[in-house]
């Protein structure tokens, strides 16, 4: 006598569509409810949107009941579609955290980075996401592609081994040992790595033993932040600049919290000052202390130039701006900008300064007003020269 089936509690057309549409549902409206919903909100928003998809897809099931729907879940639970795991800013399957806006806007960045920043991991996701995305059957298909934003700034050197190979021109830097440096940052191992050019003369050059902190993108190139394992100096690097040699000194390392608390001493000096350079060691420790005096600056932009930096709102959360109009015609005269900046960032301001050429002059400090005047001249002695 044949044995009688065991029937699933979803064995029924009914049950089964509900469980059906509430994995439908999940999937395509990931997370429904906010960070201040609570868990009951969420799944009331999920009763109601499946509801409104039941309705779409004409399937005819009377509206699920809460604590039926609390039942789903579990079975989803049961076979591992959902973690055993409380779901505090609603419920996604897996990686599936995002709807397709975000996931397109989630694309974009991927497409610049890997592009434009160079990032060669970034570069594989986006090839391999590509191939996915284009075998998925969405009404907007022909258009997801298209780069909505981009960020157009480019790396100026190779960042991407194979690249230097198939163009032939492999060049002996640290970009050859990103997979290994990513899992020191995230493990914070202690490593031993080579600066082989030093082009602004503060001594970091040759071995060093680091603990790796970050990898960030600047205007035009990857840095690395690292901490000096002999100092505790904080220091900002670009990563061309490294040689292709790198040893893991111990697979132990730091925990991410101690990770967590030099990222953001980093965080802090790169608020304060202008540009990457970090400074030396003791300026560091008593600016880190709030000990260090800074540079008053006073720096004078005329038309048309004085236009786009009252635009920059936002370029330095110390800076304060003074117009200056014309009683007649209420035209900008000049602009006077004012900031504090620790001794360390100078150099980098003055550069930024010379790029306005002579829509620029600094009222003080006196040794960054005589520089930027000395700059000047020799600039129009080099002109003068010109047979």
Request: charged residues 25%.
């Amino acid at each position: 006598m044949a044995k009688k089936p065991t029937l699933h509690p979803h064995s029924d057309l009914k049950s089964f569509q509900r469980l059906m549409l509430l994995i439908l549902t999940i999937i395509n409206h990931p997370n429904l409810g906010t960070e201040e919903d609570s868990n009951t909100n969420v799944i009331h928003q999920l009763q109601e949107k499946i509801i409104s998809i039941a309705q779409q897809y004409h399937i005819d099931i009377p509206p699920p009941a809460i604590a039926t729907l609390r039942k789903d879940l579990e079975t989803l639970r049961e076979y591992n579609i959902l973690e055993r795991r409380m779901y505090r800013w609603g419920y996604y399957f897996g990686t599936g955290v995002m709807t397709k806006p975000e996931f397109k806007t989630a694309f974009d960045a991927l497409e610049s980075m890997a592009n434009y920043q160079g990032d060669a991991t970034a570069k594989k996701i986006y090839q391999q996401l590509e191939k996915r995305i284009r075998g998925l059957e969405l009404k907007t298909k022909d258009d997801f592609f298209y780069p909505i934003k981009r960020n157009y700034n480019r790396a100026v050197n190779y960042t991407d081994p194979k690249e230097m190979i198939l163009k032939g021109n492999n060049q002996k830097t640290l970009y050859h040992h990103i997979p290994s440096l990513e899992e020191a940052i995230i493990k914070g191992q202690a490593i031993e790595i080579s600066r082989k050019k030093d082009f602004y003369n503060q001594g970091n050059i040759g071995i060093e033993i680091i603990i790796p902190i970050q990898l960030i993108y600047y205007n035009i190139a990857w840095y690395l932040v690292y901490e000096n394992c002999a100092n505790g100096h904080l220091i900002i690097g670009r990563l061309n600049r490294f040689s292709d040699y790198f040893q893991l000194l111990s697979p132990a390392g730091r925990n991410i919290q101690a990770q967590k608390e030099c990222l953001k001493n980093v965080e802090q000096l790169l608020t304060n000052g202008w540009g990457l350079n970090l400074g030396n060691l003791e300026e560091q420790q008593l600016e880190l202390k709030g000990k260090l005096t800074l540079k008053k600056i006073k720096v004078r932009f005329y038309p048309p130039i004085s236009n786009f930096i009252l635009e920059g709102d936002l370029r330095h959360s110390k800076q304060r701006i003074k117009v200056t109009k014309d009683n007649y015609n209420n035209q900008i005269l000049f602009l006077d900008y004012f900031i504090s900046l620790p001794p360390r960032s100078l150099n980098e301001f003055l550069f930024w300064l010379q790029s306005y050429g002579s829509c620029v002059e600094v009222i003080y400090p006196e040794d960054l007003r005589d520089r930027h005047k000395e700059g000047a001249i020799a600039l129009t002695q080099r002109y003068n020269n010109i047979s």
